[in-house]
């Protein structure tokens, strides 16, 4: 079963309200630790997917189905989790950037896969590699 955008926005914005509200009151325990530290940024990088997530359903919901996320919605989902796994410990912050980056990656990938378009690339069209002689 599908969610809509809206529906998307509120689940993705309640979930990571309710992870930052567990980070925060879990982070004596989250810092106590090297395995628990990793796992503080692990869980602030679901933090940076669940809030792209919203940013992004939100901007569907209000501008069209065919809006896409930039940069800047990158930037400042990647803002907000980094100052969450600051708020546990300094490892945090760097395993928090590593992971996200690679969730990045794959939603990255597999949105291109589900949304690619039969389009031809202008640089392949333009530049033939082999020419036939006469």
Do not use: D, W
């Not at 679901?46 to 939100?58: P, Q, R, Y």
């Not at 996200?100 to 039969?118: E, F, P």
């Amino acid at each position: 079963m599908v969610a809509s955008n809206g529906v998307s926005f509120v689940l993705s914005l309640t979930l990571s309200t309710v992870l930052t509200a567990g980070i925060q009151m879990y982070r004596s325990a989250l810092s106590s630790s090297q395995p628990m530290t990793i796992f503080a940024g692990y869980l602030a990088s679901v933090l940076f997917l669940l809030v792209l997530t919203a940013i992004s359903n939100l901007e569907m919901s209000l501008f069209g189905k065919h809006f896409q996320s930039k940069l800047t919605e990158v930037i400042v989902s990647l803002v907000i989790a980094l100052f969450v796994a600051a708020g546990v410990h300094r490892v945090s912050i760097t395993v928090c950037l590593i992971f996200s980056l690679i969730g990045l990656y794959y939603v990255n990938r597999i949105s291109a896969r589900v949304h690619q378009s039969n389009t031809i690339n202008p640089i392949v069209a333009n530049n033939p590699t082999t020419k036939k002689r006469k």
